[in-house]
């Protein structure tokens, strides 16, 4: 029995140095919670021992218990995401299959206040007003910009308040100040306009039309959608007088109050106008162009406009008449205005007019051989043809007035790409990059050891794969990346041989022979023992490189020496005492550990 005691004891004690010797029966223990206040949706982490395999982490108050979505976890710590869980006092605790941790308090803070709706979106003082939402609770205040409303009643997710008598009429916000922050929400101060009645119901351009009903103060008329101007309206809370401009058209009257708040007249207005548009012979065009334009009572035309321009005319028959497209500032739908001694009647939308293409981009500004690329600019409306190149490539999509996509093609070079339309044409300010095989005409140095830079002239080298010959990886890169000119770092393992250039092409171009240089190593030399005259044999690697071989500890140069079979054979020189013998090639000096002994 002792013996198993102290098996027991042993066994807890080798736990404990391992995991603390915590029993997995046990439920999870919580003793750690930071940060111990946050807002909803942010992080928090838990720290305590036994959490197991699946924890689950409760967020609970008086009112509900929610699980938060665990983040990551461990034994001994748990990420979680703080859930939706009413503001105020909280405890959090961990539970698991074996049970569940004593709990921890923690403050859910109040987010700032959120508004999903307003009924009604407008009002006059007085009117109650019902604001939904979220985290309208811990209330401070409301009001309508500074003034303060009166609160009826409220609750987390809905207020119910009057508008303040002092409230200023117009469009303004409700402003929704609690513990966790302020909101605001647009408000118009103002009753809904109504129509009742329209008189007369056919009227003349010029006369006078007589609109009533109810909250029409600050209100705008308009007859079949164009606005009469505030002088030539006389406005009341319940009848506006108005004048219907010349130009006006039979349609609904509608009176906008703060330019929200519309009403509409049971019944169409009668406008008795000429002349009359009926269509243009043509939708689109540019300057200079010649456009038929039908319809009736077009004798007496004094003036056309497109949009705000007055184009050059000539009567041909009362139901016709031949305009000529003025110049226009830039590409836009145009309204064409008939006006004549009978009143004016306006199209809108009736014509296209479009200019000359603007300055266009190419994307990307490199791009391989029959590959799409993507041009964009101002005006690129009814492009015609575009050419790359100077050759003509087919169109593949379009995003009216502001996009192109063309390909690449197979032959092209370097050069412009070009937009044309009827107006003119457009052409990039820098020319496309028609990538190629990579073009090697410099290396500087061609010698060089691992570590050190080394630059490559030519073309087509942007973003290029460099890579030394005797490694598979691409150089890295030595601080300057063209495409005339790229600057690599020697690699630790590279070795004397061309380089391999690979682009986007996937078409690699292969360079004439590089040297890497590296300091000899390994060196050894037999025999240990020599007289003047005698020939010794130098083994050791990267002796291929070996420019000088030196005795008396470096100070004295060797004659002769000759490498064959990764070996120097060298005669001791005249002068040569006892001493290291010292190899020199590009990337340094190296000595021999052992001296060689000259004997007499």
Aim: charge should be neutral; aromatic fraction near 4%; charged fraction near 15%.
């Amino acid at each position: 029995m002792k013996s198993a005691l102290s098996y027991v004891i042993l066994s807890c004690f080798t736990l404990a140095m391992v995991a603390g010797c915590r029993v997995q029966s046990n439920p999870p223990e919580l003793t750690g919670l930071t940060p111990r206040q946050a807002f909803v949706g942010e992080e928090a982490v838990l720290k305590g021992y036994q959490f197991g395999t699946d924890p689950a982490v409760l967020f609970s108050n008086s009112e509900t218990s929610l699980a938060a979505p665990i983040l990551s976890h461990d034994d001994n710590t748990i990420r979680v995401r703080i859930p939706l869980i009413a503001p105020g006092p909280a405890r959090v605790q961990v539970r698991t299959d074996e049970g569940t941790s004593d709990p921890l308090p923690f403050i859910v803070q109040q987010p700032s206040p959120s508004v999903a709706t307003i009924t009604p979106g407008n009002g006059l003082p007085g009117t109650a007003v019902v604001i939904a939402g979220n985290y309208l609770n811990q209330l401070i205040r409301v009001r309508f910009n500074e003034a303060g409303a009166v609160i009826k009643d409220s609750s987390a997710q809905k207020l119910t308040v009057t508008v303040p008598t002092n409230a200023p009429r117009g469009p303004l916000s409700i402003i929704i100040e609690t513990a966790g922050g302020q909101t605001s929400f647009p408000f118009i101060v103002a009753g809904t306009p109504t129509i009742t009645a329209v008189s007369p119901v056919s009227v003349r351009a010029g006369g006078d039309l007589l609109i009533q009903g109810t909250n029409l103060t600050d209100g705008v008329v308009r007859v079949n959608g164009l606005a009469i101007f505030r002088e030539q309206t006389t406005v009341k809370d319940t009848e506006i007088r108005a004048r219907i401009p010349d130009n006006a058209t039979s349609g609904p009257v509608t009176v906008t109050v703060f330019d929200k708040l519309v009403a509409t007249s049971p019944q169409p207005v009668q406008v008795v106008r000429q002349p009359v548009l009926a269509n243009l012979n043509s939708r689109e065009g540019i300057q200079g162009d010649k456009v038929l334009l039908n319809g009736f009572n077009l004798s007496t035309v004094s003036g056309v406009l497109f949009n705000t321009t007055a184009a050059p005319f000539r009567v041909i028959s009362d139901t016709q008449l031949e305009a000529t497209v003025p110049a226009l500032p830039a590409p836009t739908s145009v309204t064409v205005t008939l006006s004549g001694v009978g009143g004016s009647f306006a199209e809108n939308n009736a014509f296209f007019f479009y200019t000359i293409p603007g300055a266009i981009t190419v994307n990307p500004a490199r791009q391989l051989r029959e590959r799409a690329i993507t041009i964009t600019g101002p005006n690129l409306h009814r492009i015609q043809e575009v050419r790359v190149s100077g050759q003509p490539v087919p169109i593949t999509g379009r995003v009216e007035g502001s996009e192109l996509t063309v390909n690449v093609p197979g032959n092209a070079v370097s050069g412009p790409v070009t937009v044309t339309n009827r107006a003119g044409t457009a052409t990039t300010a820098r020319p496309l990059v028609v990538v190629q095989k990579p073009v090697i005409t410099d290396i500087i140095p061609k010698v060089a050891r691992p570590g050190e830079r080394v630059v490559l002239r030519g073309d087509f080298l942007l973003n290029a794969q460099i890579v030394f010959a005797g490694t598979t990886a691409p150089a890295a890169d030595g601080g300057r990346n063209e495409d005339t000119e790229r600057w690599v770092l020697v690699p630790t393992d590279a070795q004397t041989g061309p380089l391999r250039i690979t682009n986007a092409t996937n078409d690699p171009t292969t360079t004439e022979l590089f040297t890497v240089l590296r300091v000899v190593t390994n060196v050894d030399f037999s025999p240990k023992t020599a007289k003047v005259g005698d020939e010794l044999v130098i083994t050791g690697t990267n002796l291929a490189s070996v420019q000088d071989v030196r005795f008396n500890n470096g100070a004295l140069a060797a004659t002769r020496f000759t490498l064959s079979n990764n070996t120097i054979r060298v005669t001791v020189p005249t002068g040569a005492i006892t001493g290291q013998i010292c190899l020199i090639n590009g990337a340094g000096t190296t000595c021999t550990s052992a001296n060689v002994t000259i004997s007499r």
